[in-house]
């Protein structure tokens, strides 16, 4: 991985953590959600109009794709009504790059260095340090399983879109597309839950939706960049060092306890980042 794209990552990870921050603001999660892929399905809509259309063998991994990151989403947002930003977010994305990499090895020919396995599992031991405190709390054991949903989709998502945009050639058409089949999942999904009521938004709650979705849309587009240009399992590890962004936005915003325990785990993340890079 060249410090160009070791960069262009890490910025996609601060994005990330941002994004979900602002969900994580709305009064209702799910139509923050919502509201998020409304707005990126119609940037990608925008996008995919200017550009060729995807050749045929790319179309099967695009409906992959939006199926997961329609799970994805809907995971995420219960998972947030049900406990806080630094607790829901490391068990989210922590347990993503451990599936990508087991599963990755096994069906990929990415060649990994042993010093970037090892970073990915000190990365995955920081992050799995994150989360425990959930057991140590009041909050609502529910959210682990939603949480746990939500990292398989995106485990799922990581490998598919990583491979998708190989084959596609394109990144940015290739994002474009995922995002409109997402939406095209996502919406029927929620309107079949909740009812047309899911819509119903005032002028702040649009806003934050559409902020989060054009961050969201470009921390992604990043990483599949990132993903046609380094091995996919090392990229999706690196990706989670947004753990330690959303923990220090959790401290700082959320006013969120900062223990030693959350030192820790932060700083062998850190410690994960640094071998992925030696």
């Known amino acids: 991985m060249t410090i160009g794209v070791f960069l262009a990552v890490l910025f996609a990870a601060f994005l990330h953590a941002g994004w979900n921050a602002l969900i994580k603001l709305g009064t209702s999660k799910l139509t923050s959600m919502l509201i998020l892929t409304l707005v990126q399905g119609g940037v990608g809509a925008f996008i995919a109009a ?25 995971f995420l947002a219960f998972a947030y009504d049900n406990g806080d930003l630094s607790r829901v977010y490391p068990i989210a994305r922590g347990a993503a790059p451990l599936i990508v990499l087991v599963i990755g090895a096994a069906i990929l020919t990415d060649r990994i260095a042993a010093l970037e396995y090892a970073g990915i599992v000190v990365l995955g031991a920081g992050i799995i340090l994150m989360a425990r405190g959930v057991f140590r709390s009041d909050e609502s054991r529910r959210l682990v399983p939603l949480a746990l949903g939500s990292a398989i989709a995106t485990a799922g998502y990581s490998l598919v879109d990583g491979l ?45 939706g559409a902020l989060a979705a054009l961050g969201s849309y470009a921390a992604y587009a990043i990483a599949v960049w990132a993903m046609t240009k380094a091995p996919i399992a090392l990229v999706a590890a690196l990706r989670e060092t947004s753990i330690l962004f959303a ?17 820790i785990a932060a700083s062998l993340i850190v410690g994960g980042v640094i071998l992925t890079r030696l």
């Open 247 to 263: 923990v220090l936005i959790g401290w700082l915003v959320f006013g969120d306890r900062m223990d030693r325990g959350k030192a």
């Open 50 to 74: 200017t550009r060729a259309l995807p050749d045929s063998d790319v179309w099967l991994w695009l409906i992959a794709s939006g199926v997961f990151h329609a799970v994805y989403k809907l």
């Open 164 to 208: 998708g945009a190989r084959v596609a050639g394109d990144a940015v058409t290739y994002v474009a597309w995922l995002f409109v089949f997402d939406a095209a999942i996502l919406i029927p999904s929620c309107l079949a839950m909740r009812g047309p009521g899911v819509m119903l938004a005032n002028r702040r709650a649009w806003m934050l």
